[in-house]
């Protein structure tokens, strides 16, 4: 054995994963196909939130949470309703309890902390059991995704140079080997030295072959993001037709491979039809990869239009339904849709999803932060803004809408017809209630005292000259999360299609969708897919530590 647990995979997953096999002695070799800069994976470049429950951050901001309220909105959200949902529901009621209990306390005990606003993300379809979120739940770490990091890293190379944890990039495994029915190692090519920074593509020329043996096999490899024509393969129908074009929200390298692999050698793949891809995504200005899209993160304010003008239906605002209203955008015949806005909304509203695109909360600088509560957009915002393929800016609306029209080259949105739908929501503003679901969808969340102090603009007349000028930004669907994957029990083993688990064989982090082959059901709450590596690497790392001796 060159071993006792060779993991698969350095992200968020294998990270934890590895930091506990080497907590509780036992010496590990992580593979992982890129180069040393990509340590952390996608959990690098995230903003770093976790869904949480009950905390006492929640309750300094006034927000009532329970443990029952969260099971309701997660259950709500899953709408899990196949024979195939048994380890998915366990594993969604256990992230639950984790979220609800130690799972604060674990990482605080380790340097992590959080930003004092928690925000309210995926507020919902508008039904008490639906989906979404009833209360705000979404933590932000100080540091953004690198602080999610930070901890495990640490641990993990003071493994190394305890010699507990073998460190080996550009080792791309082809296949798990197996002697009398158990893993027992990996089988694959070194591929060539790279000097490729982070996200960047390193290249598949193979110098060598390797082939590695342990007691027990983690794959912590990730989703299929990256790799569109298998997002198309997969995509299901109740989210409309496959979109012909799509930006992405990761790498390139995040290709699904090791789904293949691991399915090769026995074990189960499930709900693979399940997935998350945003609808918010604009073309990086600054790309790191290739395509590169950034999610926004709006608030509840802006107009939201289809391709050919036509507002949304509620609840299909900003910031409440992901899923929902991807297929509603999918359904139009187009593949993308617009929001339209003002600078007020712009400069209150708008974040962008990503550490790099918020180097405040990155790089934990305090006053940078206190900064966003100043007249005017963050600076990664107003880059966008300026030099940003997919926004518009112009003062007045016809000049917009040719702005509009110009860019897609599609003709398709009517002045007149938008100014219509513009002035009738501008009447509503002007009382303190409204038949308009959506303004009495962002006065309610103006209640919230995080919205108000940092994330919903005041209520005001798009129309207004002095709330300008005019913007609008086409909005794109971004690839992003794999909701199923491999089969697994509380422990993390993969299980075969009989259901018995595969001997020596562990998975954590997306390529198991999170936990259990999907714990997420069909919808997410989101800051669960960093909680789900975490939570879902701890476990196998756990039982993998105890089951190698």
Request: hydrophobic letters at 40%; proline letters at 5%.
């Amino acid at each position: 054995m060159d071993a006792d647990v060779i993991v698969v995979g350095a992200g968020l997953a294998g990270l934890t994963a590895t930091a506990e096999l080497a907590d509780a002695g036992k010496k590990v070799i992580l593979l992982d196909q890129e180069s040393e800069a990509n340590l952390g994976g996608q959990a690098f470049w995230s903003l770093g939130g976790l869904f949480m429950v009950d905390t006492p951050e929640q309750r300094r901001m006034g927000i009532r949470d329970s443990h029952e309220l969260a099971l309701q909105d997660w259950l709500g959200s899953a709408g899990f309703d196949r024979e195939e949902d048994y380890w998915p529901r366990k594993w969604a009621e256990a992230y639950v309890d984790f979220a609800s209990g130690e799972k604060r306390a674990w990482l605080r005990d380790m340097g992590h902390r959080i930003f004092p606003v928690i925000g309210w993300a995926e507020r919902g379809d508008g039904r008490a059991q639906g989906h979404g979120n009833s209360v705000p739940r979404f933590h932000l770490t100080w540091g953004t995704g690198p602080g999610v990091m930070e901890p495990f890293e640490k641990k993990v190379r003071s493994a190394v140079d305890a010699g507990l944890v073998s460190l080996r990039f550009r080792h791309r495994v082809t296949a798990l080997t197996k002697q009398d029915g158990t893993v027992d190692g990996v089988q694959g090519s070194v591929l060539e030295p790279s000097r490729a920074g982070r996200g960047e593509a390193g290249g598949s020329i193979e110098v060598e072959d390797f082939e590695l043996h342990a007691q027990a096999v983690i794959v912590t490899s990730g989703g299929i993001g990256g790799n569109h024509e298998l997002v198309r393969k997969s995509w299901p129908s109740r989210l409309g037709p496959a979109p012909e074009r799509m930006v992405s929200g990761v790498p390139a390298y995040v290709d699904g491979r090791m789904l293949g692999v691991a399915e090769a050698a026995g074990g189960r793949i499930i709900n693979p039809d399940r997935m998350w891809h945003y609808v918010e995504g604009v073309h990086n200005w600054n790309p790191v990869w290739d395509n590169h899209g950034i999610r926004i993160l709006p608030g509840p304010s802006s107009l939201w239009l289809d391709a050919t003008g036509q507002r949304l239906p509620a609840p299909l605002f900003p910031g409440f339904d992901t899923l929902g209203t991807l297929a509603h955008i999918t359904r139009t015949g187009y593949d993308y849709s617009w929001f339209v806005l003002t600078q007020r909304i712009i400069e209150k509203e708008f974040a962008l999803s990503g550490s790099e695109q918020n180097p405040d909360l990155t790089g934990r600088n305090i006053l940078d932060v206190l900064a966003r509560v100043k007249p005017g957009a963050p600076p990664p915002v107003e880059a966008f803004k300026n030099h940003g393929g997919d926004f518009v800016v112009a003062g007045t609306l016809p000049e917009l809408v040719s702005g509009m029209n110009a860019l897609t080259g599609d003709g398709l949105i009517d002045e007149h017809q938008l100014e219509q739908i513009m002035v009738a929501r501008d009447r509503e503003i002007l009382n303190s209630f409204s038949k308009d679901a959506q303004v009495t969808a962002i006065r309610g969340a103006r209640r919230y005292r995080g919205d108000k102090l940092i994330r919903v603009a005041t209520p005001h007349r798009l129309l207004d000259p002095k709330a300008g000028p005019l913007i609008a930004v086409r909005l794109n669907i971004l690839t992003r999360k794999t909701l199923g994957g491999l089969e697994t029990d509380l422990d993390g083993r993969v299980l075969q299609f009989g259901g018995e688990p595969l001997p020596g064989l562990y998975a954590a982090g997306e390529v198991s969708g999170f936990g259990g082959g999907g714990m997420h059901g069909y919808n997410s709450l989101e800051g669960t897919f960093l909680g789900g590596c975490l939570f879902s690497g701890r476990a196998a790392g756990r039982a993998a530590a105890a089951a190698v001796g």
